[in-house]
């Protein structure tokens, strides 16, 4: 049973606080949380090309595609929204073998009616892209329902 302690310690620190995880209160306002240096990460806010993403543009009504992009989300296979304001939402997305835990935020800017959007892995080094094919199947279906230019 000792032996079993230590490591369980060992991994308990990494699965409380990843690296990716979102933190509220580490982030500026009106901005999405950064991609750290891993390839495990998208976002229209990254700088670098490794990691930037073109941002969504809304279609018509603001609001209205607004809801329909939040629709659209929450209705994702594995997909939990954990957070949801007017113009911020925050889900968690398990993979489908492992079950582990991705970050998706999006963020509605009414200024320009652009929303931000963000993908990140929470543990490993690298996703094998998963998280930008998930932005741009999101795409698609936001473009297919005509709620994005």
């Known amino acids: 049973m000792s032996v079993i302690r230590p490591a369980f310690v060992l991994i308990v620190p990494e699965i409380t606080s990843p690296e990716g995880a979102v933190a509220e209160n580490d982030r500026p306002p009106g901005?999405?949380?950064?991609?750290?240096?891993?390839?495990?990460?998208v976002s229209s806010e990254a700088a670098?090309?490794?990691h930037n993403v073109t941002?969504?543009?809304l279609k018509g009504d603001p609001s209205a595609a607004w809801e329909g992009i939040q629709a659209i989300v929450d209705r994702l296979p594995r997909t939990t929204i954990v957070a949801h304001t007017a113009h911020y939402l925050h889900a968690e997305v398990k993979s489908r073998l492992f079950r582990f835990i991705d970050d998706l935020e999006l963020l509605w800017d009414p200024a320009t009616d652009r929303?931000?959007?963000?993908?990140?892995?929470?543990?490993?080094y690298s996703d094998l892209g998963v998280n930008r094919r998930r932005v741009e199947d999101l795409r698609r279906e936001f473009k297919r329902a005509d709620l994005i230019c």
């Open 115 to 124: 929303v931000a959007i963000r993908s990140a892995s929470r543990l490993g």
């Open 48 to 50: 670098d090309s490794r």
């Open 55 to 57: 941002p969504l543009q």
């Open 31 to 41: 901005r999405l949380a950064g991609c750290p240096r891993k390839p495990n990460c």
